[in-house]
T-cell receptor
Framework: AQSVTQPDIHITVSEGASLELRCNYSYGATPYLFWYVQSPGQGLQLLLKYFSGDTLVQGIKGFEAEFKRSQSSFNLRKPSVHWSDAAEYFCAVGAGSSASKIIFGSGTRLSIRP | SAVISQKPSRDICQRGTSLTIQCQVDSQVTMMFWYRQQPGQSLTLIATANQGSEATYESGFVIDKFPISRPNLTFSTLTVSNMSPEDSSIYLC??????????????FGPGTRLTVL
C-alpha cells in the first residue's frame, strides 16, 4: 500500500539558515510526489510536484526538492529560510489513476528562530 | 490555478445536529474531493465527489454520516450528520482536473473549522 513518512514532527531553524525536510514514500510504481505548505489558519498551498524527468524540482518561494528513487525519498530544501516560512509542511504521494488520490504524510512543523 | 472558497469558515455546533459545508471553485473541474484534518493530524481523504453520480467513499467513511452532493462542475457540499465531539476537525475541499492543468494537481480550499460541543 502507498504511504508517506515524514520522520521529523517539529524542526526549528534560525532565520537565514538552510533547511531540509525529510520525506520517504512507499509506492509500487513511479510515484507522483508533492510538497504542500499549510500556514496557520490557511488552506494547503502546493509548493512543488514531481512526476517524471529531472529529479531536482524547483518550486515556489525558493523551495526545491530532489527525488531519489534508490532511497525512496523526496526531501524538501531551501537555502535560506525566512520568518514567513514558519508553517506545517506536508509531503504527499499521488495514487490511483492520474494520481487523483493523494496520500499525505503526517507533516513537519517548521519554526523559525529569530 | 483554481481559487476555492468554502462556507462556513468555522462553526460551533451541538452534538446530534448536522452541518452542511459548501465548496465553490472558480473554474470547472472534473474532480472534487473532501478531506478531514483532525486536531494536530494530517489530512485524510473522506470521499471523491463525482458529478452526476454518487460519491466514492474511502474506508472508514460512510454516506449516511457524510452525505455529499456535486450538482455541477464547480460546486460540492459535504454534510456532517448527527455530529459528536469526535467530528471536531478541519474539513477541506480540493479540486483537480482543471483545464490545462490536468488531474494530477489538486488545489485546496481554506478549510472549515468545526467544533462540536
Amino acid at each position: 500500500a502507498q504511504s508517506v513518512t515524514q520522520p521529523d514532527i517539529h524542526i526549528t531553524v534560525s532565520e537565514g539558515a538552510s533547511l531540509e525536510l525529510r520525506c520517504n514514500y512507499s509506492y509500487g510504481a513511479t510515484p507522483y510526489l508533492f510538497w504542500y505548505v499549510q500556514s496557520p489558519g490557511q488552506g494547503l498551498q502546493l509548493l512543488l510536484k514531481y512526476f517524471s524527468g529531472d529529479t531536482l524540482v524547483q518550486g515556489i518561494k525558493g523551495f526545491e526538492a530532489e527525488f531519489k528513487r534508490s532511497q525512496s525519498s523526496f526531501n524538501l530544501r531551501k537555502p535560506s529560510v525566512h520568518w514567513s516560512d514558519a508553517a506545517e509542511y506536508f509531503c504527499a504521494v499521488g495514487a490511483g489513476s492520474s494520481a487523483s488520490k493523494i496520500i499525505f504524510g503526517s507533516g513537519t512543523r517548521l519554526s523559525i528562530r529569530p | 490555478s483554481a481559487v476555492i472558497s468554502q462556507k462556513p469558515s468555522r462553526d460551533i455546533c451541538q452534538r446530534g445536529t448536522s452541518l452542511t459545508i459548501q465548496c465553490q471553485v472558480d473554474s470547472q473541474v472534473t474532480m472534487m474531493f473532501w478531506y478531514r484534518q483532525q486536531p494536530g493530524q494530517s489530512l485524510t481523504l473522506i470521499a471523491t465527489a463525482n458529478q452526476g453520480s454518487e460519491a466514492t467513499y474511502e474506508s472508514g467513511f460512510v454516506i449516511d454520516k457524510f452525505p455529499i452532493s456535486r450538482p455541477n462542475l464547480t460546486f460540492s457540499t459535504l454534510t456532517v450528520s448527527n455530529m459528536s465531539p469526535e467530528d471536531s476537525s478541519i474539513y477541506l475541499c480540493s479540486a483537480g482536473g482543471l483545464a490545462g492543468v490536468g488531474t494530477d494537481t489538486q488545489y485546496f480550499g481554506p478549510g472549515t473549522r468545526l467544533t462540536v460541543l
